[in-house]
């Protein structure tokens, strides 16, 4: 399993970016998708979910309105659009899965947001 993000970089407030995640090695359409980010000093944590087929999606309430995952199970890539960027959203950007049991994570993607 390969999980490989793309996409970081830096943003000034207000801004947007997209965020790519390439899949390879198990059956893309198979499995939900998630994204975590991780702040420095901080937890990793959850910012979007999306199912097998891409009809259901989550985020918790500090980026819903902002942020949208979707996916093309087609390329085997899941994306995270993020609008509205605030420095509060600098973090490295992790893309995962579970398969039997095992969590699987990407390098992870630098998002830095700044005047």
């Known amino acids: 399993v390969q999980l490989l993000e793309s996409g970081g970089g830096l943003v000034q407030p207000g801004g947007s970016l997209r965020l790519s995640c390439v899949a390879s090695?198990?059956?893309?359409?198979?499995?939900?998708m998630r994204w975590f980010c991780q702040a420095p000093g901080k937890e990793r944590e959850l910012v979007a979910r999306?199912?097998?087929?891409?009809?259901?999606?989550n985020y918790p309430d500090s980026v819903k309105g902002r942020f949208t995952i979707s996916r093309d199970n087609a390329k085997n890539t899941v994306y995270l659009q993020m609008n509205s960027l605030k420095p509060e959203d600098t973090a490295v950007y992790y893309c995962?899965?579970?398969?039997?049991?095992?969590?699987?994570w990407g390098q992870g993607t630098q998002v830095t947001v700044s005047s």
């Open positions: 995962h899965t579970y398969i039997r049991g095992t969590n699987y």
């Open positions: 090695g198990f059956t893309f359409s198979s499995y939900a």
């Open positions: 999306i199912s097998e087929a891409g009809g259901s999606t």
